[in-house]
């Protein structure tokens, strides 16, 4: 049971660049979540997915779009890399929105250059 | 919209010693839940608390909500290096929000 896999584990853009950030879960979870972790900032929620065929704007959603592709895959893009996209970034799901539990990917690490 | 508070951003023990962080919500929560990252890592979630004056116990962590339902505090009693970490908090709204703290970064000196 590998719960949340995200893709890659590390990256380098240069500004400008466009890369898709991959998400999957298989624990049948409805809901699906971007963040990006930044030092003394914690975790700030990008876009979420309620549930498949639904995306919605967090609170930093600027320079991002997403696809719930099905129910077990959610992708963040970045059109066009900027340097204060530089951070970790983190997949998340959970059986349903606000009282779960969220179960978190390993992380993608981002470096725009 | 809510903001979540969270005190301190550090904290260095000596291994044995105590350690407590806190959470404040502008907002009154429908339920708070803690998060703890290892260096390197991912959050894993601990627990979640949803009645006022909630306290619950896993082994050396203590976790309380407020009466009020707008704090939160996390506790450790004599910690251990394997306690070493980033711990978050995470407060959901009425609105089905749910904001994070910054984190308390814990270090513990054998």
């Known amino acids: 049971n590998a719960g949340v896999t995200q893709t890659p584990k590390f990256q380098v853009l240069k500004t400008g660049q466009s890369m898709t950030l991959q998400c999957a879960q298989d624990?049948?979870?409805?809901?699906m979540y971007w963040y990006r972790q930044d030092p003394g900032m914690g975790l700030r929620l990008i876009y979420y997915?309620?549930?498949?065929?639904?995306?919605d704007k967090g609170e930093v959603p600027n320079g991002y779009n997403v696809s719930r592709l099905n129910k077990r895959e959610f992708s963040l893009r970045l059109e066009s890399a900027a340097p204060s996209q530089t951070s970790v970034y983190f997949c998340?799901?959970?059986?349903?929105?606000?009282?779960?539990?969220?179960?978190f990917g390993n992380g993608t690490r981002l470096t725009v250059t | 919209g809510q903001q979540v508070m969270q005190i301190p951003q550090y904290q260095h023990v000596q291994e044995g010693e105590d350690f407590t962080t806190y959470c404040n919500s502008s907002?009154?929560?429908?339920?708070i839940q803690w998060y703890k990252q290892r260096p390197g890592g991912h959050p894993v979630f601990l627990i979640q608390?949803?009645?006022?004056?909630e306290v619950k116990k896993q082994k050396r962590l203590t976790f309380q909500f407020g009466e009020a339902k707008k704090n939160s505090s996390l506790h450790i009693t004599a910690t251990q290096t394997t306690d070493v970490g980033t711990y978050f908090c995470?407060?959901?709204?009425?609105?089905?929000?749910?904001?994070f703290g910054a984190g308390t970064r814990l270090t513990v000196k054998p």
């Open positions: 998340a799901s959970r059986t349903v929105t606000g009282g779960s539990p969220l179960h």
């Open positions: 624990m049948n979870h409805n809901s």
């Open positions: 997915s309620a549930s498949e065929g639904t995306t």
């Open positions: 907002t009154t929560l429908s339920n």
């Open positions: 608390l949803v009645k006022s004056g």
């Open positions: 995470a407060g959901l709204d009425n609105n089905n929000d749910m904001r």
